[in-house]
């Protein structure tokens, strides 16, 4: 029996699966993803957008951010069969949650396409079959820091990238891209659910992420920890792959899809 099938077969017999992906699991969307040869942090330095550039010099954070969402959300970009399989599995009633470190909103859209989405509360792009827990935030919203006012990204990047810089809320708070920036926390409800749904997971599945950023990059281990079956599906070797117990090299788009048809016969 091949690595796939073995999976699938733990995927039919387990509980609780949950997903956790990485910018992997976008690329075939044509999103960048952050590492390798032409990842996103070969062309920007990470500093300009850490939240003490943001605190330090909104002007010039902004400056720079507008230029990180044209190159790494330059057009339309749709779910891939990657997203759908994920989004199907839940419906199949095959997949709890999905986990991800990605703010470009793909999984949610992905899921609204077989079901009906609700304005849940943000971080959480629904809270049906299968919740989708947005640990990173989401890129496509702004927040203001003053009165906390959420609202759609494009028009204020817009005025930002037309000089309004850096673009406030009608309160006079300065906007900030809705997404935890490096060197801020992760909001402690996000990242609470998020281990305890990979303690209660009875297969963990890692798509599309290096496993290098904490407190992510963790639940992996924390899943493995409490018995879980871990299934890596990447590209590239990771340093979590001496724990798991299946590892997959294929391309999302090929592997998920196999897999999602594999636990259904
Ligand atoms: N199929 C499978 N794996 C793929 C594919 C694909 N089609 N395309 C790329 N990959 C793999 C790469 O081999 C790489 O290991 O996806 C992984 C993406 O890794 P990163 O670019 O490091 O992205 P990610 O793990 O999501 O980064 C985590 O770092 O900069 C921060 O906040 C940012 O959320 C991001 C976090």
Known sequence: MGDLERLADDVRRADTVVAFTGAGISAPSGVPTFRGDDGVWERFDERQFAY???????????EDRV???????????EPNTAHEALAAMGRDGDLEAILTQNTDGLHGEAAAVGGETNDAEPNTARDTDPTVLELHGNSQRVRCTDCGNRRDGDPIFERAADGDLPPTCDCGGVFKPDVVLFGEQLPGAVIQRARSLARESDVFLAIGSSLVVEPAASLPRLAASTGATVGILNLESTPVDGIADIVSREDVTDSLPRLRDLVLE
Do not use: A, I, S, Y
Request: proline share 5%; glycine share 14%.
């Open 52 to 62: 003490g550039r943001f605190q330090r010099d909104p002007e010039g954070f902004w």
């Open 67 to 77: 230029e990180l969402q044209r190159t790494m959300f330059d057009g339309d970009f």
